[in-house]
């Protein structure tokens, strides 16, 4: 069997996606800033794509920006709010400990640059207090900067409850939207947000290709120069086939995004029920609110590594944390926050669920992975010690 359960890392293309993608190459091939029919041909569908983007998340058009996915979305959001904070000597910044690398390196980077950046911590459940940014946003702050839903243990957060002590004071606030964006309703003016930033292969669309959502009014800054594509704002010939993909993608994601969240939510909580019964684990983020695809536990006594590699040997993909950070041996700065030890971050397991995800998979899930876990503990010197009494169990 062949179960694909890395659905946070990245989605295989929707039909639907494929065929606009396709559809969109041979029929609007023109560049659409050219004067000619090809060119204004282009352009329209360029235009139908902004609008039909824009209705989803409940903006104007203007005020979507085309880019080339997630990280670029964050990094342009984050820098537009800190050079346009730096002119009226505003150097602070809130963010989370458990951003996603897109958001937390460009931080660092403003760090360098004499930015105060604040990053809050999340409890032992992976949500943020909203009390904890009551506190720090203030009259010096020129971002804040909180994701809506974690790429690692799916935790939702009050992104609607911070966007508005962000109003209420004045300061920009952006969310990265790449992990909820099709996977729950997402409407910017509830969010209270300035920035949005979402990614197309998140939710069934090509890779290399995302949105920024910015409030008519709030300040841009451009990371790519050239031609007058996106306003100004950013330039580069638009990648139109990708972008008639991702709407695509986007419209289907949402058609009936109830459904889909009801459906899948259940075979998570089936599968987290499963997985429990394994002795000496733990699920991380909150088993209510998360994302209705997200499985991610700990298991102590093993390498979140070699299960990983067993289980690809079972045809089942998944993934210890997020794909960013493998490869590294540094445990997951997102389990580290939740209050997980080392050893035990190391022993990570995620597995998330999607559209196409079947009940016979979950089963399948349920069967392999805690025979799999058993296998490496029975290897494992550490476990020996554990069940001897040697070393405390900390899970
Ligand atoms: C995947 C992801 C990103 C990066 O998006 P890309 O389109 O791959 O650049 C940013 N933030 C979160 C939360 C993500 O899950």
Redesign the pocket.
């Known amino acids: 069997m062949f179960v694909y359960a890395d659905n ?1 890392a990245t989605t295989k293309m929707r039909p639907s996606a494929l065929e606009a993608y396709v559809k969109t190459a041979e029929t609007f091939f023109g560049n659409p800033s050219s004067l000619h029919t090809a060119g204004q041909r282009a352009q329209e569908e360029l235009t139908r794509c902004r609008e039909e983007v824009a209705a989803v998340l409940g903006c104007t058009p203007r005020e979507i920006l085309f880019t080339s ?4 979305s ?1 990094n342009q959001a984050i820098l537009s709010a800190a050079r346009a904070g730096a002119r009226k000597g505003k150097k602070k910044i809130v963010s989370t400990a458990i951003e ?1 690398h ?2 937390l390196h460009t931080l660092k980077k403003l760090e360098g640059e004499g930015f105060n950046v604040v990053l809050l911590p999340v409890g032992t459940d992976g949500i943020v207090r909203t009390e904890d940014a009551e506190r720090e946003i203030d009259e010096n702050c020129c971002l804040v900067s909180v ?1 809506l839903a ?2 690692e243990i799916g935790t939702i957060q009050p992104v609607e409850e911070i966007g508005a002590i962000c109003r209420g004071r004045g300061v920009p606030f952006h969310t ?1 939207a ?2 909820a964006v099709g996977h729950l309703p997402v409407d910017v003016k509830k969010l209270n947000c300035d920035y949005l ?1 979402l ?1 197309a ?2 939710f069934g669309g090509p ?1 290399g290709v ?1 949105a920024l959502y910015v409030r008519t009014g709030a300040p841009i800054y451009n990371l790519i120069e050239g031609g007058a594509q996106e306003r100004g704002k950013r330039a580069g010939t638009e990648n139109l086939p990708a972008i008639a993909a991702m709407t695509a993608a986007l419209r289907e994601a949402v058609s009936d995004l109830p459904a889909y969240m009801e459906r899948v939510s259940a075979l998570r909580d089936e599968l987290i029920a499963n997985l429990k019964r394994i002795p000496h684990c733990a699920l991380n983020g909150d088993p209510v609110k998360r994302l209705c695809g997200n499985v991610s536990f700990c298991f102590e006594g093993i390498e979140g590594e070699s299960l990983l590699l067993l289980l690809d040997e079972k045809g089942i993909c998944a993934s210890s944390g997020s794909a960013c950070t493998s490869g590294s041996l540094d445990p997951s700065h997102v389990l580290l926050a939740i209050g997980r030890v080392h050893d035990v971050a190391h022993g990570s397991l995620r597995l998330t669920l999607g559209e196409d995800t079947t009940e016979e998979e979950i089963r399948y899930l349920s069967e392999e992975v805690p025979k799999v876990v058993e296998y490496l503990r029975n290897m494992s010197p550490v476990w020996r010690d554990l069940k001897e009494g040697k070393r405390q169990y900390i899970l």
């Open positions: 946070a996915g997630g990280s670029e964050d996603h897109a958001v994701m974690n790429n990265d790449v992990q930033a990614s292969h998140k890779r995302g």
